[in-house]
């Protein structure tokens, strides 16, 4: 069995008519979030992934047309290639249901498991009760649960968009107890998350976790603030046969500029 490649695209924020004001500043001022992803795209083609995995805020409060458009400019630039989502804060599932997936409008959370090339991939939607702050509630763990109980010669992995590991722990999502015994009873080979625009690798129990920067703008953390960067990252990787997972983090541009600092009490 030959290595299996993906790409892993986090937070590109595409804007549109409803975005807020900072990701018109961003659009403005910076770089267009939507350009970058295409430079993204035109880099990961030549790697030939035989999977994109897309760990939320895919477009910043967008509607269906939106959603069209995003998938239009995946399909053009990598056709073929399956697609893995998990939604993120600043999306919105009946939007995307309609306009990514070509499915009903519904307001439900988007969880779901697909094949690719004996791989399961698993999608959870960790924003859905509770937006920026996030969480995995119990019905999202039996869903979990369920779909890790099917036999793959890859074994599994798993998407999110809030992590359950980063530089600092007031930044990720806290790990319930559930979670740990699922995942040690499981063919768990990764969990991939974003929402913090700062790539990040951690092993947790023998399993890698990995988030991905962002291709809108990039965060950096310290003990008491968030620094906005100019800077936008995206991953490639691969997954062997033995299980063993490959990871490069690609900096798609090495300018660094402080945009804004933003401290945990959200003053600026």
Request: one cysteine or more; charged letters at 20%.
């Amino acid at each position: 069995m030959r290595p299996l490649r993906f790409a892993h695209i986090s937070d590109t924020h595409l804007v549109c008519a409803g975005s807020s004001e900072w990701m018109f500043q961003v659009q403005r001022e910076v770089r267009d979030p939507r350009r970058n992803l295409e430079r993204c795209l035109e880099q990961v083609a030549q790697w030939q992934p035989d999977v994109v995995l897309l760990t939320g805020d895919l477009v910043h409060e967008g509607q269906a047309e939106d959603y069209a458009a995003l998938r239009q400019l995946l399909d053009r630039a990598l056709p073929g290639v399956p697609l893995a989502c998990a939604l993120g804060n600043h999306d919105r599932r009946g939007p995307f249901r309609q306009g990514f997936l070509g499915q009903a409008p519904e307001e439900g959370p988007y969880l779901a498991w697909q094949p690719v090339d004996g791989l399961g991939i698993l999608s959870l939607d960790t924003p859905y009760l509770h937006g920026i702050q996030g969480s995995l509630p119990p019905d999202q763990l039996d869903f979990m649960e369920q779909a890790l109980q099917t036999p793959m010669p890859r074994g599994h992995i798993v998407l999110m968009h809030h992590p359950l590991v980063a530089q600092w722990p007031w930044a990720q999502l806290e790990t319930p107890a559930r979670w740990k015994d699922i995942v040690a009873r499981s063919s768990v080979k990764g969990v991939f998350a974003g929402h913090l625009h700062s790539s990040f690798f951690a092993l947790v129990d023998g399993v890698p976790y990995v988030n991905a920067g962002s291709l809108a703008f990039g965060i950096d953390y310290d003990a008491d603030s968030s620094i906005y960067t100019d800077q936008n990252t995206y991953g490639l990787g691969s997954l062997g046969p033995d299980g063993a997972l490959g990871l490069s983090p690609v900096i798609l541009e090495p300018a660094r500029k402080i945009l804004k600092q933003v401290r945990k009490s959200g003053q600026s």
